[in-house]
């Protein structure tokens, strides 16, 4: 149900970078049984006084009938299983009521806001918030929250939903403040409990309760995007090249000890003289080309020191 904003940024030109606004997502519960009971109320009231004044039916009885079912159906309302109904009386609350059925005085009593108990989904953004860093970010997150205290979200705040989602959505850029760019990415989590602290506190005085905080994408400039990418590629090659010097490091330290044991030992010379030419003839089927000085080492004589 999220809609999608163009961004603002100077990358704007290179497409769309898409932001679910800040919304309540729709509720999609239907309420016709209690419109049908409304006018099943509304019919009973009507027949009850059409039928005590049939007698001097005229067009002054049909109205006084249909004020006897509006009456009626006024005074006798039903409320679905997850719903708490406010009832002011002369403008004064006076009691939260429901489920089910309910009475309300005529004239005396009206329901001024029927309250939803069931955990509710809420879709909000922080767009262009700033990082430690002075990085803008858009924040895409979603709320799962819920009314525990029906008369405290009527009285203490004027339209509770719009203040939930205000608070989580300034709640955002605080905790996206105190944080660096590479450390958002890193800590999803800990924002989202940190969030989750912060809304609590705050929504339990207008009886509301904040289950969670989920955060569901984080999206920096484009050219932004571009920098730490070469970043990165320049940080991944810096460690290639500094894995490969200390290979080298360590092949040349081992070439130093074979190096002194071919200087002490100089039959461990030429034996290994004698590996490398066996190797380079065994898979080749060319002709091997060596210096005649090779061939002594193939003396039996000449290897033993005879």
């Not at 970078?17 to 509304?42: C, I, P, W």
């Not at 090249?241 to 461990?268: C, G, Q």
Request: aromatic content about 8%.
């Amino acid at each position: 149900m999220g809609l999608f904003k163009r961004s603002k940024n100077e990358g704007e030109s290179e497409g769309f970078r898409k932001v679910a606004e800040t919304e309540l997502e729709a509720n999609d519960a239907s309420r016709g049984g209690v419109y049908l009971f409304f006018l099943a109320m509304f019919a009973l009231g009507f027949l009850l006084v059409f039928a005590v004044t049939f007698a001097w039916v005229s067009p002054l009885t049909i109205a006084v009938s249909a004020v006897g079912g509006f009456v009626l159906a006024t005074s006798v309302r039903v409320a679905p299983h997850w719903e708490r109904v406010a009832i002011l009386r002369f403008g004064k609350f006076n009691r939260i009521a429901g489920p089910g059925l309910y009475c309300c005085i005529p004239f005396a009593e009206y329901a001024a806001i029927h309250v939803d108990q069931r955990i509710t989904t809420a879709s909000f953004s922080a767009e262009a918030a700033l990082t430690a860093d002075l990085v803008p970010v858009d924040v895409d997150a979603i709320l799962f929250w819920m009314v525990w205290d029906a008369e405290k979200a009527c009285l203490e705040v004027e339209n509770y939903p719009k203040a939930v989602l205000r608070s989580a959505q300034t709640a955002m850029r605080d905790v996206i403040g105190q944080l660096n760019l590479a450390d958002i990415s890193m800590r999803r989590k800990q924002i989202d409990r940190d969030l989750e602290e912060m809304l609590g506190k705050k929504c339990e005085q207008w009886g509301v309760t904040v289950m969670s905080v989920e955060i569901r994408d984080i999206m920096i400039p484009c050219e932004l995007q571009d920098a730490l990418s070469k970043e990165a590629q320049a940080e991944r090659e810096r460690n290639a090249r500094i894995i490969l010097a200390e290979v080298e490091k360590d092949i040349s330290e081992m070439f130093v000890e074979a190096a002194e044991v071919y200087d002490r030992n100089p039959r461990a010379m030429k034996l290994r003289a004698m590996n490398l030419a066996y190797e380079g003839a065994k898979d080749s089927k060319g002709i091997l080309l060596a210096p005649s000085s090779l061939a002594d080492g193939f003396d039996v004589r000449i290897a033993s020191g005879e």
